[in-house]
């Protein structure tokens, strides 16, 4: 059971990129879905999740406005579309998925499957 991440590239300031993670092994439906990022001599911080029923979603504030996460199981991917990009941004970005029903996706302890990460960089 693995979440594998793509879509990850250099990108110029203001340019947009499209994430994916896609699931192997088990189908989404029932998992909230996070998405984290790391930089360079930062800690790991929760970016954007989403519900398993998809009608709750959440970013971080630096991010709202500029990202929007979206699900289609029927493809068992969820994507994060990220606009207007900034070089604060750059990072691996990793997905999460969590056995999960509720509404709290924001919270890392549900998460128990993490991808191997695809980075972004955003150049000035």
């Known amino acids: 059971l693995q979440v594998v991440e793509s879509g990850g590239g250099w990108v110029q300031l203001g340019g947009s990129l499209r994430l994916s993670c896609a699931a192997s092994?088990?189908?989404?439906?029932?998992?909230?879905i996070g998405w984290f990022r790391q930089a360079p001599g930062k800690e790991r911080e929760g970016v954007s999740c989403i519900s398993s029923s998809g009608s709750v979603t959440n970013y971080t504030d630096s991010v709202k406005g500029r990202f929007t996460i979206s699900r289609d199981n029927a493809k068992n991917t969820v994507y994060l579309q990220m606009n207007s990009l900034k070089p604060e941004d750059t990072a691996v970005y990793y997905c999460?998925?969590?056995?999960?029903?509720?509404?709290?996706?924001?919270?890392?302890?549900?998460?128990?499957?993490w991808g191997q990460g695809t980075q972004v960089t955003v150049s000035s």
């Open positions: 092994g088990f189908t989404l439906d029932y998992y909230a």
């Open positions: 999460a998925a969590g056995h999960y029903s509720g509404t709290l996706c924001q919270v890392r302890e549900i998460y128990d499957y």
